[in-house]
């Protein structure tokens, strides 16, 4: 049996079919081909997955296609403005807080999804945060001073 889903993502309106079971992870990157969103764990351990959803932080793995119906959906894809980077997405460039890539699209959203709440956080505000996103290659401090120069160009602008 499949399911047709009607939904929003990165603000385009979307529909695909998938199964019962399927995840939204798994149909954002099959169905849709928004690859950013990674699998690092598939049980919401590690925050590599990580999109919004209705503006709350989730980790794609664990909720299913079927649940977006209707929903707004933001995934990293949609951080950009064309070929103009996110603050954030600049900024873990000059700071070099990326490595290998697979958690740094969760952490964006994650990072994103802070700032929008809290414009100006305190380090420890930004650690607390991203302690869902687990990067095995750079360490935080650097993605922690991207994080906080985002915030700072972000309350420029």
């Given at each position: 049996?499949?399911?047709?889903?009607?939904?929003?993502?990165?603000?385009?309106?979307?529909?695909?079919?998938?199964?019962?079971?399927?995840?939204?992870?798994?149909?954002?990157?099959?169905?849709?081909?928004?690859?950013g969103a990674?699998?690092?764990?598939?049980?919401?351990?590690?925050?590599?997955?990580?999109?919004?959803?209705?503006?709350?932080?989730?980790?794609?793995?664990?909720?299913?296609?079927?649940?977006?119906?209707?929903?707004?959906?933001?995934?990293?894809?949609?951080?950009?403005?064309?070929?103009?980077?996110?603050?954030?997405?600049?900024?873990?460039?000059?700071?070099?807080?990326?490595?290998?890539?697979?958690?740094t699209p969760?952490?964006?959203?994650?990072?994103?999804?802070?700032?929008?709440?809290?414009?100006?956080?305190?380090?420890?505000?930004?650690?607390?945060?991203?302690?869902?996103?687990?990067c095995r290659?750079?360490?935080?401090?650097?993605?922690?001073?991207?994080?906080?120069?985002?915030?700072?160009?972000?309350?420029?602008?």
């Amino acid at each position: 049996m499949s399911v047709t889903v009607s939904t929003t993502v990165n603000g385009d309106s979307v529909d695909f079919v998938c199964a019962p079971d399927e995840t939204l992870l798994d149909a954002l990157r099959g169905r849709l081909g928004l690859t950013g969103a990674k699998e690092g764990c598939g049980t919401g351990d590690c925050g590599a997955c990580s999109v919004t959803l209705n503006g709350r932080l989730v980790c794609s793995c664990l909720v299913l296609a079927v649940e977006a119906e209707g929903q707004e959906i933001a995934t990293v894809e949609g951080m950009a403005a064309g070929e103009t980077l996110h603050p954030l997405q600049r900024a873990f460039i000059d700071h070099a807080a990326l490595q290998c890539g697979i958690c740094t699209p969760g952490i964006l959203v994650a990072a994103k999804a802070l700032l929008e709440k809290t414009p100006d956080p305190s380090d420890e505000e930004v650690r607390y945060w991203l302690a869902g996103n687990l990067c095995r290659c750079t360490g935080y401090d650097k993605i922690v001073r991207a994080v906080q120069a985002a915030a700072a160009e972000m309350r420029r602008a």
